[in-house]
């Protein structure tokens, strides 16, 4: 790890570009895991997905000056997303404690409730907001959606661009324009 580059943790909600920002801390030099378990994070200069997002303030306490990234996504298309990725990779049993725990803690749902994730989603950024609300300096708000990429994500973590475009992963069409 370089002493001079901060930790970086991704603690935007599943479906909001956590993969992106995984793949675009791994150009810039981070051994970073997408969706980690939680021994792994101490092994880790940064993660990204619901395995670092469950766990923000645990980082930012344990890891002093760490840098966090709260990916967003408009609503309609997260949801048709969660709704996708739910359908796609159920919770299968009772006996799958690790995943049945993240989206319990994130979501208080294991599968697609619009309305349950409507509340996880508003509350999720009201509360990373209100967390870092005097410090904005350890904060980045990224919309990947809207075009945000290394013009943000580098000046925040204090890094040259590198010479690359920008990774842009899990991108998919969306099938209709509303989640029932």
């Not at 603690?11 to 030099?29: D, Q, Y």
């Not at 619901?50 to 890891?63: A, C, E, H, M």
């Not at 990373?128 to 973590?157: H, I, S």
Request: hydrophobic residues 35%.
């Amino acid at each position: 790890m370089l002493i001079d580059r901060p930790k970086c943790w991704c603690v935007g909600l599943s479906r909001t570009g956590t993969t992106t920002i995984f793949a675009a801390l791994r150009v810039l030099g981070y051994k970073a895991a997408h969706n980690p378990e939680f021994d792994e994070l101490k092994s880790l200069e940064a993660g990204s997905d619901i395995g670092v997002t469950v766990f923000y303030k645990y980082l930012d306490y344990k890891y002093p000056g760490s840098k966090f990234i709260l990916t967003l996504r408009d609503l309609d298309p997260w949801l048709e997303s969660m709704k996708y990725i739910m359908d796609l990779s159920p919770v299968q049993s009772r006996e799958w404690d690790l995943p049945i725990l993240r989206r319990m803690l994130l979501y208080e749902t294991v599968n697609f409730d619009r309305d349950k994730l409507i509340h996880a989603y508003h509350r999720h950024l009201e509360d990373v907001r209100r967390y870092f609300q005097t410090r904005p300096g350890d904060l980045l708000e990224m919309n990947l959606a809207e075009g945000d990429g290394w013009n943000k994500l580098c000046p925040f973590l204090g890094l040259p661009e590198p010479p690359v475009t920008f990774p842009c992963l899990n991108r998919r069409r969306m099938r209709s324009k509303s989640v029932a």
